[in-house]
């Protein structure tokens, strides 16, 4: 599948986040990136002003982030899976799982789309193998899901909070 079809899907916080940036960048960032056009014009000759070229280069970088936040809040899935307070819950985008492995080591992670992956607060993506692999799967389940290097894994789940 093309990765251009494919969804993107944010959890509330990961949507807040992007409205939270778009917001800054809009505001405050622009008017700083304006105010260097102005002083480097400023300076005279535009044909060799290197603090001109600069802030023409970060004005691009600005909107080209903001058209990005605001194409991925138009198309993003909002993940809202709260679901009935007595069901158990299950495993989903926003889930919080604790898995423990084959030596009883414990781990937490959060899944998240694709967008929002930040391996240093165990937040993994709902496409990465282990995500995946988690996806529909509640307490004491045994999952199963295969390495990019073609090495088996197995966890059971431990608990799954939202």
């Known amino acids: 599948m093309d990765t251009t079809d494919n969804e993107i899907i944010l959890t ?78 299950k495993a989903s985008i926003g889930s919080t799982v604790e898995v423990s492995d084959e030596k009883g080591g414990k781990r937490t992670f959060t899944i998240v789309g694709t967008t929002e992956t930040n391996s240093l607060e165990h937040k993994i993506s709902n496409e990465s193998p282990m995500g995946a692999a988690l996806m529909g799967h509640k307490k004491g389940d045994v999952v199963e899901y295969t390495l990019p290097n073609g090495k088996t894994r197995s966890f059971t789940i431990v608990k799954v909070t939202r």
């Open 12 to 89: 509330p916080e990961g949507r807040q986040k992007l409205v939270d940036e778009l917001a800054y960048l809009e505001g405050d960032k622009n008017a700083e990136v304006i105010e260097r056009l102005r002083v480097a014009r400023d300076f005279g000759d535009l044909s060799e002003n290197s603090e001109y070229d600069d802030a023409k280069d970060e004005q691009a970088k600005l909107q080209a982030r903001i058209a990005e936040i605001r194409k991925i809040l138009s198309t993003a899935k909002v993940s809202d899976d709260s679901g009935s307070k007595h069901a158990t819950p």
